[in-house]
Nanobody, 127 residues
Framework: QLQLVESGGGLVQPGGSLRLSCGAP????????FLWFRQAPGKEREGISC????????RYADSVKGRFTISRDNAMNTVYLQMNSLKPEDTAVYYC????????????????????WGQGTQVTISS
């Protein structure tokens, strides 16, 4: 069973940056599309970004567009979420997910394609 592991969460001030990482020790992730979700206290889970398994196509929710960047390093079997210009409303538990999509050259931000999930990492934006 593929188990994703996130890291990189923490406490930062508004306007700061964090980079989250997602990997699966012992597994090759090249064939999977990846997604990032987040869930704030009392709110529903929100899909925020995805990256295709091929050609690195990326998509973002409006709430993070222009501030967050998803990327993947297949050689390192790792997916990243670079988060800049962080706001208090970005405070949430962030989850990465992986799945096989019908079109490897595209991605869709939906949990329907997420087959494997990480345990989540807390991101807190506060002064």
């Amino acid at each position: 069973q593929l188990q994703l592991v996130e890291s990189g969460g923490g406490l930062v001030q508004p306007g700061g940056s964090l980079r989250l990482s997602c990997g699966a020790p012992g597994f090759t992730l090249n064939y999977y599309g990846f997604l990032w979700f987040r869930q704030a206290p009392g709110k529903e889970r929100e899909g925020i970004s995805c990256i295709s398994s091929r050609n690195g196509i990326t998509r973002y929710a409006d709430s993070v567009k222009g501030r967050f960047t998803i990327s993947r390093d297949n050689a390192m079997n790792t997916v990243y979420l670079q988060m800049n210009s962080l706001k208090p409303e970005d405070t949430a538990v962030y989850y990465c997910a992986a799945g096989l999509t019908p079109d490897p050259d595209n991605c869709i931000i939906t949990s329907r394609v997420a087959r494997f999930w990480g345990q989540g990492t807390q991101v807190t934006i506060s002064s």
